[in-house]
């Protein structure tokens, strides 16, 4: 992937996670705590500014209630 495919999959990736905490009616601070990683990382995850690991989505998938692939951009 070039560096314009990685931003866009990163942008859809903080899209989906932001509609999951919403539709779960989550705020950002409760995620991230569920999730054990701070708010402000978290955050930037649903900006699409950061490439989380493989273990921070999956706690992050699990903190939100939904399945990981729910939430990979397609």
Known sequence: MGELQDEKARKALG?????????????????????????????????GEENPSFDVLHSVSRALG???SDVLPS
Request: net charge positive.
């Open 66 to 68: 939904v399945k990981l």
């Open 15 to 47: 899209r989906k996670l932001k509609l999951a905490r919403k539709n779960k009616k989550l705020t950002q601070e409760k995620v991230a705590d569920k999730a054990d990683i701070s708010v402000n990382y978290y955050a930037r995850i649903e900006r």
